[in-house]
Nanobody
């Protein structure tokens, strides 16, 4: 069994910063790509940023230059540093990871429970 637990969400004023963390635990043999997604009220879930095991990064255009994704492979943890936050960044943020639980098994996608980020104007 694999679990992803996010932390670091909260309420911040526009222009402020937050740092999200997501730790994977359980039966983990290897972790491939990890990423962050978000879902605002009434909208579909969208990609925010991803990072591969080789630390290649990809960002949504709306967050480029403001958000930074990073990972600590030793801790199976992915981070999202969010700077210059805007009200339109308000959403529930979910982390996701592609994890193999055993060398005999294929990788599966796992999701966290989500953490609320609210940016006031």
């Amino acid at each position: 069994q694999v679990q992803l637990v996010e932390s670091g969400g909260g309420l911040v004023q526009a222009g402020g910063s937050l740092r999200l963390s997501c730790a994977a635990s359980g039966s983990i043999f290897s972790t491939n790509a990890m990423g962050w997604y978000r879902q605002a009220p009434g909208k579909q879930r969208e990609l925010v940023a991803t990072i591969t095991s080789g630390v290649s990064r990809n960002y949504a255009d709306s967050v480029k230059g403001r958000f930074t994704i990073a990972r600590d492979n030793g801790k199976n943890t992915v981070y999202l540093q969010m700077n210059s936050l805007k009200p339109e960044d308000t959403a529930v943020y979910y982390c996701a990871a592609e994890i193999r639980s055993s060398p005999r098994l294929t990788a599966h996608d796992y999701w966290g429970q989500g953490t609320q980020v609210t940016v006031s104007s």
